[in-house]
Structures are given as structure tokens and as C-alpha cells.
């Protein structure tokens, strides 16, 4: 069984990288890196990803959208793209931009695990109903 791997980028390490982990273990199915936003075409090129997780806000009191950010990465990046943010307004913009999916940071296990269900079969493309 192929494994699908997964590219976290945030700003920084949010403790919801060692959760999302956590909810993982019993997933052998997936794997994880992450990063930052500067490093992200570097990790998309070497690490062969077949979804991105991108946190949707950055910067000081995360008051900064990262649509601009998610915009660069669908140039350099065809497969699925999740935003991520446990305000849902703040996932917006990113939904409409380039992101074919969108939850919570507590909801983002449940969506991989319901994604590599189908991998590599489709490669994770079918559209599934979306996760709050």
C-alpha cells in the first residue's frame, strides 16, 4: 500500500502538529512533514507530496490571510490543497482561491484519514462532503 504524504506549512510549529501526529499513529497510511512558508517549494520539489495543508493566517495576532501564499503554491502544485483554521471565516478566501478543501485544525486527522482512504486509487481527488 502506498503511503500518501502530507506537507504541513505554517508559520510556526503550532501544538496542533504534535495533535495531528497523535491522531495519526494508528494511520500508517500517512505521512507527515512540515514547514514553513519559506520553505515550501523546496519541501513540494523534494519530498514528492501528494497533499498540502496550509495554516490560512500568519503574522502577528494571525490577522494575516495566507491566500496569497496557497495562490503560489497551486502554481507549483497540482494535487489537493486543504485549508486550515479553526475560524471558519478565515478559510474562505482560500477555499475560493485554490484550496479544494477546508476544516479545523482539530477536524484536519479526520479529512487525511477519510483522503488516503482512497489513495492512491484516485490519487485523493474525488470530492468528499467537507469536514467543519
Known sequence: ?????????EEAQW????ELRDSLKNSPQI???????????????????DCVVIDACRGLNRQVSTE???REIRKMFKGNLIAISDIPYNRIPLKRACCQYDCSKGRLAELLIRLSQQFPKDQAKKNLPAVA
Open 1 to 9: 500500500m502506498s503511503k500518501m504524504r502530507i506537507l504541513l506549512i
Open 15 to 18: 501544538a496542533s502538529d504534535k
Open 31 to 49: 505521512d507527515i512533514i512540515s514547514g514553513g512558508f519559506e520553505k515550501a517549494a523546496e519541501l513540494i520539489g523534494s519530498w514528492n507530496v
Open 68 to 70: 496569497s501564499e496557497a
